[in-house]
């Protein structure tokens, strides 16, 4: 499938099936209609291996009346695919499953009041499905936006321990998760602050808002941007890392070190302190 077509069904927030958050009423009735946003793709698995090559179903008739009734299962040649978030919006549950040694994730749901509802959601799932834990060494130091005053403990991430021990055995070596979030720290280029000061809900503004203009879009840019590179540009490495245990210590470098140095052009704030020395 195409980039566009992925990106398409991500954004199916509004879907006839959509798992445990589906209503038979609701389900035939959004297919009738064709409030619809999901696809049908091959199945991955063996019932696809006649059709997983194809960009969508040669006769959709009984598929439709499969999706109207709610009939959509792995036991079809096609399966009905749609947005992820109606059961775990971070894609973290599947690369656990899948016992992934390494996982950045960033969370871009909207969440004004840092609750982290996503990241609840997903290490609750885990924990119940497959009775792995995941923990924080340090506390999750991710501040909804203040620019009355600068907090030196705020973070664009934080560093987590999958457990895989837990099921495992002792023998199995934990997991590292990279949990990025959105956030503003004051270390910002001054045109994000400019635009942080002006929307009062950057950058937790609404997903609904599909039609970003060109401060806006180039806000949420440039502020990933100088997430990333605060994490690691100023850690032991001191340059872009190459590898997955560069960038691991990093960013657990900038999680415990203190208040980071301002880059030029940066936003006003506390006066740094040099970081502790190692």
């Known amino acids: 499938i195409s980039l566009g077509t992925a990106v398409a069904t991500s954004g199916a927030a509004a879907n006839p099936n959509m798992g ?36 969508g179903p040669v006769n959709s008739a009984s598929l439709i009346l499969d999706e109207a009734l709610g009939f959509t299962d792995a036991r079809h040649p096609y399966v009905n695919l749609s947005d992820g978030g109606h059961f775990e919006d971070l894609a973290l549950y599947e690369m656990v499953r899948r016992r992934c040694s390494f996982i950045v994730v960033g969370d871009a749901g909207q969440d004004p009041s840092y609750a982290y509802n996503d990241l609840g959601n997903a290490i609750r799932k885990i ?3 497959f009775g792995i834990s995941i923990d924080f060494a340090d506390r999750v130091n991710i501040f909804p936006k203040d620019l009355t005053k600068a907090n030196p403990a705020a973070r664009y991430c934080a560093v987590g321990h999958i457990r895989y021990r837990d099921v495992d055995g002792p023998e199995a070596p934990d997991g590292i998760l990279i949990y990025v979030k959105p956030a503003i720290c004051e270390t910002e280029p001054y045109d994000v ?14 997903t609904s808002d599909q039609w970003f203009n060109e401060s806006q879009f180039e806000s949420y840019r440039a502020l990933g941007r100088e997430a990333i590179l605060t994490m690691v540009r100023n850690g032991p490495h001191h340059t872009i890392p190459l590898s997955f245990q560069e960038f691991q210590e990093d960013v657990e470098d900038y999680v415990r070190r203190g208040p980071v140095v301002k880059t030029a052009g940066g936003a006003p704030g506390a006066t740094p302190e040099p970081p502790p020395k190692t």
């Open 20 to 55: 445990a958050n589906s209503s038979p009423a609701i389900t035939f009735i959004m297919t009738v209609f064709n409030a619809r946003l999901g696809i049908w793709l091959g199945n991955p698995g063996p019932l696809g291996r006649n059709t997983w090559t194809r960009s």
């Open 127 to 129: 924990r119940i499905d």
């Open 193 to 206: 602050y400019n635009y942080a000061r002006s929307s009062l809900m950057f950058p937790q503004e609404s």
